[in-house]
């Protein structure tokens, strides 16, 4: 394997892609809002063009990461509602 056939190392910090694993969904969707308007308005040369990419990915990923835990946070809620709603007014849901 030649080194033009291997991945790219990373452009993202450990110190980066740590901040970004904390930041909060707003947070997360602000940044990434950023990321694509420095790629969309161009005028980058190609390290910072894939740069601005990867640093969108990961943002992407967080917040994407953020809403999946949501979902299945509602989605437990509703399971156990529908459980509930057999019981729901009885005395079986006093005990």
């Known amino acids: 394997m030649t080194d033009e056939s291997k991945t790219?190392?990373?452009s993202l910090?450990?110190?980066?892609?740590?901040t970004i694993a904390r930041?909060?969904?707003e947070q997360a969707r602000d940044e990434l809002i950023k990321a694509?308007?420095?790629l969309e308005t161009g005028g980058l040369d190609?390290?910072?063009?894939?740069?601005q990419w990867e640093l969108g990915e990961a943002l992407a990923k967080r917040a994407q990461g953020l809403l999946d835990e949501v979902r299945a946070k509602?989605?437990?809620?509703?399971a156990e509602q529908r459980a509930n709603e057999a019981t729901?007014?009885?005395?079986d849901n006093l005990s």
């Open 8 to 10: 790219p190392a990373s």
């Open 13 to 18: 910090t450990d110190k980066e892609r740590e």
């Open 23 to 25: 930041m909060p969904y």
């Open 36 to 38: 694509v308007q420095a």
């Open 46 to 51: 190609l390290d910072q063009s894939m740069r």
């Open 74 to 78: 509602l989605d437990a809620a509703q």
């Open 88 to 91: 729901a007014g009885t005395q």
